[in-house]
């Protein structure tokens, strides 16, 4: 049934447009395996029509249109989909699963340490390292939160990572003894 909506004028109506009354009649739904997995699942026929292939979820559907390879997480050992083009950009040709994996297993290699990492470049920032234990107390005025003490030079060259030459300091005695000896940053800042 179709009714018309629009401006009635002395002449009549004026630019009918018309509008649609929907019956409340349910839609009829059509029994249809998916074609990735086989399960039965309910569509409408347009929906049908419209499509050669129909799927009962997106999951089966992204399954069904790439043309992906199940692998094991290298690190959990969970199942995943990647592409061919996928695995062929991988730079140690392993699959992960996520970022917190990859970083698990790239932080239990050992040609990712030290002067193996690719971002080593002269071992001069690996002080505080070197430290490791000794770096739980301020040296001079005795500070216990490890999270805040730095590793100081003592004979000011940080190339110089022997454990004789560092020190552990908190923030405010590295800087006193820095602005003191009038070296460093505060050198700069007086000329």
């Known amino acids: 049934m179709v009714e018309y909506a629009g401006l009635w004028s002395r002449c009549g109506l004026i630019n009918p447009a018309p509008v649609r009354i929907w ?3 349910p839609f009829k739904y059509m ?3 998916c074609t990735y997995c086989g399960r039965e699942t309910n569509k409408k026929p347009s929906r049908i029509k419209k ?10 559907f992204y399954k069904f249109s790439t043309k992906s390879i199940e692998v094991l997480c290298e690190s959990c050992g969970d199942k995943i ?3 061919p083009n996928q695995i ?4 140690s040709g392993k699959s992960f699963c996520s970022r917190s994996c990859t970083a698990s297993w790239n932080n239990q290699q050992e040609w990712r340490t030290g002067s193996n ?5 002269d071992g001069s920032s690996s002080a505080r390292g070197i430290l490791g234990d000794r770096l739980n107390e301020c040296n001079r005025c005795g500070l216990k939160d490890s999270r805040i003490l730095q590793a100081h030079h003592i004979d000011r060259n940080r190339a110089n990572n022997d454990i004789n030459n560092l020190e552990a300091l908190c923030p405010n005695c590295h800087v006193l003894d820095h602005y003191l000896n009038k070296d460093g940053l505060y050198n700069r800042i007086r000329k």
């Not at 990492?117 to 470049?121: A, D, E």
């Open 81 to 83: 989909l990647r592409t």
């Open 31 to 33: 029994k249809i395996d």
């Open 51 to 60: 499509r050669k292939n129909c799927f009962c979820s997106s999951e089966c």
């Open 117 to 121: 990492h690719p971002n080593w470049v």
């Open 88 to 91: 062929a950009k991988s730079k």
């Open 23 to 25: 019956s409340l009649t």
